[in-house]
């Protein structure tokens, strides 16, 4: 059952949709490019006045539970691949937006998205620039004349040009990433100039510095936002989220869609700052998500589903036979935010 509608009852209603309704793939439109509307320059005391405390109660879940299918990064196949499909079933679902890529050449623009939100989709934030906003451990002594660091994961080495924190707990210093180095089996981050400083492997980390959380957090926010969209959840780039996230982003956001990535099931009742998000159709044993959605609809849990529609493996006919798998055990399609409402702890947060 998926928006109240047999799956039969939702075919017949595709096949008769106005031609409004349908989808097309040059559906693009000139000023769409997702430039701010307003200046860009940083308000602090807007910031702050952001956030507003609020506790919400939770609402009842489904009997057999329900999945939210979450895709990533906002690239042009979200709205010619995965939205026609989802229509055929009238399911929703969320997309994790960055905000400064919108309108770029091969990703949603204003447009697109607003037609996301019309037909009942939830846009997420995925930052300003899909940064890192986890923290990872340096796994090599670090002297003071290095450039080249060794942390347990790389993505910082992504973005060059962004500065980074090294710390371990006692000492910090703020250095700019040149880029990635090293060989291609073990790469490493570099950085524009020596650390100056020595480290130790175990103890020392690599994170972004608290002026960047904020910014990263706050204004996609707040962009997407300014285009007239509700966005209060978050979806981690890279599905990196630990204690040193767990800092900022309740501070503007109500959960986030995968602070875990080992299973695509919650438990009525769970932190949403804890949601399990996995994939569907990349990296997934298809048999495994059958046995996923028996286990919702047995338990009445939660599942949050992930994809990137970019990805060739991604098909339409994998998504649409994933929604028929969910129509035939009554299992029930929302978003994110909707799931959050229905399956998770309330929490009193910044939103």
């Known amino acids: 059952m998926i928006g109240g509608l047999s799956l039969t009852g939702c075919l017949d209603q595709a096949s008769n949709l106005d031609p409004s309704d349908t989808v097309d793939s040059n559906d693009t439109e000139k000023n769409d490019t997702g430039d701010d509307p307003e200046d860009e320059t940083e308000n602090e005391t807007e910031r702050e006045n952001e956030t507003e405390e609020q506790t919400n109660e939770r609402l009842s879940p489904p009997e057999n ?44 623009g204003i447009r697109h998205l607003e037609k996301l939100v019309d037909a009942g989709w939830e846009i997420s934030s995925h930052t300003t620039d899909h940064l890192p906003i986890a923290s990872f451990k340096i796994q090599e002594d670090i002297e003071a004349d290095d450039r080249e660091i060794d942390p347990t994961e790389i993505r910082h080495g992504h973005h060059e040009g962004k500065k980074v924190e090294l710390t371990d707990g006692d000492h910090s210093v703020i250095r700019t ?28 980390v690599i994170r972004y510095p608290r002026e960047t959380m904020h910014k990263t957090l706050f204004e996609s926010k707040r962009k997407l936002e300014k285009y007239g969209f509700e966005v209060n959840t978050l979806l981690a780039p890279y599905d990196r989220f630990n204690e040193w996230s767990m800092e900022f982003v309740p501070e503007y956001y109500i959960g986030v869609a995968n602070a875990n990535y080992e299973t695509r099931i919650n438990s009525e009742g769970f932190n949403p700052f804890e949601t399990q998000r996995y994939y569907f159709i990349e990296n997934a044993n298809r048999s495994a998500v059958e046995s996923d959605l028996d286990e919702i609809a047995d338990r009445g849990a939660f599942g949050v589903f992930g994809a990137h529609t970019v990805k060739d493996e991604v098909t339409q006919e994998l998504i649409r036979e994933t929604l028929e798998w969910v129509d035939e055990r009554g299992i029930e399609v929302m978003t994110l935010r909707d799931g959050f409402a229905h399956f998770a702890e309330p929490q009193t947060s910044n939103k």
Not at 76 to 92: R, S, W
Not at 183 to 200: Q, R, S, W
């Open 65 to 108: 539970g329900a999945v939210t299918f979450v895709y990533d990064d906002g690239p042009i196949e979200d709205y010619t691949k995965a939205f026609p499909v989802h229509q055929q079933f009238k399911a929703p679902a969320t997309v994790g937006i960055t905000s400064s890529w919108v309108g770029r050449e091969n990703y949603m």
């Open 177 to 204: 990433v040149e880029g990635l180095g090293g060989e291609t089996e073990d790469p490493h981050v570099v950085l524009t100039e020596a650390v100056g400083k020595p480290f130790k492997a175990g103890e020392t």
